[in-house]
């Protein structure tokens, strides 16, 4: 089982990306999708989660309405449209997959997640 993420570079404040992250070897579609990232000398923090069999998806606060997750259930792939980028988004971002009960607090932490790609670095410049 891999999970792969792409879509990172560098890009301007208040610019755009979208980051890709495609699981191989197994369908995710009864797990949940979840996006972490590490800012520089950093912890590891929740972006957002996703799951199409609970129908839900949960926004860290300093991304809501900014940041879209979606999923491509033909290709395996959830996507992280990411808009109005801003410094403090700069981080290797994680794309991992989980199947933890919806309810469970355990989404949002990375011990809640089974399944993680290799990150991909995005780097927002002021």
């Known amino acids: 089982v891999q999970l792969q993420a792409s879509g990172g570079g560098l890009v301007q404040a208040g610019g755009s990306l979208r980051l890709s992250c495609t699981a191989s070897?197994?369908?995710?579609?009864?797990?949940?999708m979840a996006w972490f990232r590490q800012p520089p000398g950093k912890e590891r923090e929740f972006v957002v989660v996703?799951?199409?069999?609970?129908?839900?998806?949960i926004y860290a606060d300093s991304v809501k309405g900014r940041f879209t997750i979606s999923r491509d259930r033909a290709q395996n792939t959830a996507y992280l449209q990411m808009n109005n980028l801003k410094p403090e988004d700069t981080a290797v971002y994680f794309c991992a997959a989980g199947n933890r009960p919806w309810g469970d607090s355990s989404i949002v932490r990375p011990s809640g997640c089974y399944y993680w790609g290799k990150g991909t670095l995005v780097t927002v410049s002021s």
């Open positions: 070897g197994r369908t995710f579609s009864n797990y949940h």
């Open positions: 996703f799951s199409s069999r609970a129908g839900g998806t």
